[in-house]
């Protein structure tokens, strides 16, 4: 890894970090950074997700109070979002590269129409209640997406926490930040065993990601995330566009 190339991770980890704090989707620039930069796409996605999870736990701890007051929802979805993310982890990583990369379009893809679509889709459930059998089912789909590849995995909690009748949007915020560090965390875990991190990257990355956790932190503050989320739509669609473009022009 040049100058040029380390230069280009840690501005990408800055951007992803600053977008995870304010409105979600950093993994739109740190993934594909890292495919540029010749990381092979599993290797680049583990990678991602190490370099951005030390930002999702500051997250969550940020939320430990409204966290305490969905205690009774916390106990069974941390069970399966941990089941799942280790499901999704191991999936990815018994994954063929070849299989992988023609994914990875299609991926890039589901993840933009959540972004752009995922908050119409929450307003909408709003006023609806599911089995709570449902709900959980649906989490532990949610989780193992989210442990192979988790692109817009935030927004689809949030759409799912409707379902349980929950309406105070910073308690959901809480249970989607606790409950993504728990997905994350179990498939970092597993990329670690597996020793699918590119260790280099990752470093430069991490340190990214830290700092623009900060200064993302400051800017949610100031701007609000539905100001922000027509940005990372943007980035997701451009980028949606050139893996499309790499794998089939």
């Known amino acids: ?22 409105a979600g ?24 997700t190490v370099a951005l999870w030390p930002g999702s736990v500051a997250s969550a701890v ?22 799942g993310g280790l499901i999704g982890s ?12 023609l994914l990875v379009p299609f991926l890039m893809l589901l993840a933009t129409l959540v972004f752009s679509f995922g908050e119409k889709l929450r307003a909408q459930l709003a006023s609806k209640v599911a089995p709570r059998p449902l709900v959980l089912l649906v989490q532990l789909l949610i989780a193992i997406y989210g442990g192979y590849f988790g692109g ?35 498939a970092v ?5 597996s020793g699918k991190i590119a260790w280099e990257p990752a470093g430069v990355m991490v340190l990214g990601a830290v700092l623009g956790g900060f200064g993302g932190a400051s800017l949610a503050r100031k701007v609000a995330p539905a100001k922000v989320r027509p940005v990372v739509v943007a980035i997701g669609w451009g980028m949606t566009a050139a893996f499309f473009w790499r794998q089939f022009g």
Request: no cysteine; charged share 10%.
């Open 189 to 193: 875990a597993t990329f670690v065993v």
């Open 62 to 83: 940020g939320y430990r109070k409204e966290l305490q007051a969905e205690g009774a929802h916390f106990k069974w979805l941390a069970a399966l979002s941990a089941l």
């Open 25 to 48: 989707g950093g993994s739109f620039l740190t993934f594909p950074a890292l495919v540029f930069v010749h990381v092979t796409p599993i290797a680049a996605n583990a990678t991602s």
């Open 152 to 186: 817009g995995m935030g927004l689809m909690m949030l759409a799912a926490f409707t379902f349980l009748g929950m309406t105070e949007l910073h308690r959901m915020n809480a249970l989607k930040s606790a409950l993504g560090v728990l997905i994350n965390g179990v």
């Open 1 to 22: 890894m040049d100058a040029g190339e380390a230069a280009l991770l840690f501005a990408a980890a800055v951007g992803g970090g600053a977008l995870n704090s304010v």
């Open 90 to 101: 191991v999936t990815l990583i018994a994954t063929p590269t070849r299989v992988f990369d």
